[in-house]
């Protein structure tokens, strides 16, 4: 099925084929990343010819199972930084393993491995963190442990190490991760805030997932055709602390199906939070596999968001991820939600509208699209 670029904004009635189109473009290149892996020492070498051979095993019965685990974020996080340290030897060969490792995994955690259970060599000096997220936990190895047993259904022998429940459902495809392994949370994404790195800020899960399963119920309710596709892409919810007054929320293009945020008091904060990032996954999606605009990155334009200018593809992403928004207030307008009631309704939806308006004349003005991003910004303006 060809991908409707124009379709990648508020999806018609194309529903989320048109998301559905393009990710079956993407995920494949998760494989041919995964087969390009050569590591440099003998112990993590063995270690991933072993999996190698239970990977392939699966492949060859059936490939979905293993295309699913590879594009897990954890996951496909470290084979990303594999990939990005091939010529340092012991960085590659750590990230490795810890692909290896969540690949047996999540298998196990699906009743997949060849006769029930796979015995595991250590893969060098140490373990990384196991991080399945189909089982919903994360496990530390003990250094001490040669070697330990991944079985279908137990998947860890528990003598060799801590377990955590590290992943719990949010509901539909969703989980509240309380690890990460993303390094790019180190790197400022915004010049208010310096990183991104997890942080409960002190509140328990519960009060996080609580507080995040009101705002999917909203989206839900009023944007079901967003909330489909998150169905599609949407896996995993990084909490970045909790801020009474500020709410900060990003998203990585090597987490894709990841949106980091705050906990914030307001409902409608969170929810615009989950649209807003989940437009950007879709967006670093479709820049994975073509490109949408001519322009060069060096150029800085003013953008309606932020306080530094930026490239004309970040003020393109940001009314993107806006333009939902601005529909799901109007559609809670229309609907007489009791948030609709506020006093602050009006003026919030009129600050989004203006962001709208500010960014398509800004992209009108100076963008240089390609084909694909033409049928983006076209069926943008059709919103």
């Known amino acids: 099925m060809a991908v409707d670029f124009g379709d ?7 529903g989320a084929r048109s998301l559905r189109a393009l990710l079956n473009r993407v995920w494949p290149t ?8 050569g590591a440099h020492g003998e112990a993590t070498r063995v270690f991933h010819a072993q999996t190698r051979r239970t990977v392939d095993r699966q492949m060859a019965l059936d490939p979905r199972p293993v295309l699913l685990a590879l594009r897990r974020p954890p996951t496909a996080i470290a084979m990303g930084e594999a990939i990005r340290c091939m010529r340092s030897a012991a960085s590659a060969d750590a990230h490795i393993a810890e692909v290896d490792c969540n690949l047996v995994a999540d298998l196990a955690a699906r009743g997949l491995l060849p006769g029930g259970t796979v015995p595991i060599t250590r893969p060098g000096d140490a373990w990384p963190i196991v991080r399945g997220m189909n089982a919903g936990r994360a496990w530390h190895l003990d250094p001490a442990v040669e070697s330990w047993v991944v079985s279908n259904g137990a998947v860890v022998d528990p003598h060799v190490g801590a377990t955590e429940t590290a992943y ?5 495809n969703v989980s509240f991760a309380t690890t990460d392994n993303n390094p790019d949370v180190r790197v400022s994404l915004h010049p208010e805030r310096p990183q991104n790195t997890l942080d409960l800020g002190g509140r328990s899960v519960v009060d996080w997932t609580s507080a995040l399963s009101d705002a999917f119920a909203i989206v839900h309710e009023h944007l079901p055709e967003i909330a489909d596709e998150m169905d599609v892409l949407l896996q995993l919810i990084v909490p970045v602390g909790s801020h009474d007054e500020r709410h900060f929320s990003c998203s990585y293009e090597n987490a894709l199906g990841a949106i980091y945020l705050s906990l914030h008091p307001s409902v409608m904060t969170l929810a615009e939070a989950l649209v807003h990032e989940f437009q950007h996954n879709k967006f670093h999606a479709a820049l994975r596999t073509d490109d949408i605009l001519a322009n060069s990155r060096d ?5 309606p968001l932020r306080p530094d200018p930026r490239p004309l593809i970040g003020v393109l992403m940001a009314v993107h991820a806006y333009l939902p928004i601005a529909l799901l207030y109007r ?4 609907a007489r939600h009791p948030l609709a009631r506020s006093r602050d309704w009006a003026l919030r939806l009129e600050q ?14 100076g963008a240089q699209p390609t084909v694909r991003g033409r049928a983006l910004i076209d069926g943008m303006l059709r919103t």
Request: no cysteine.
């Open 8 to 14: 990648l904004t508020i999806p018609g009635e194309r």
């Open 30 to 37: 998760y494989w041919h990343a995964y087969q390009s892996l």
């Open 168 to 172: 719990v459902p949010l509901g539909r």
């Open 299 to 303: 150029a800085k334009y003013a953008s």
């Open 331 to 334: 559609r809670m307008t229309q």
């Open 352 to 365: 989004i509208e203006s962001v709208n308006r500010d960014g398509i004349t800004t992209v009108r003005a």
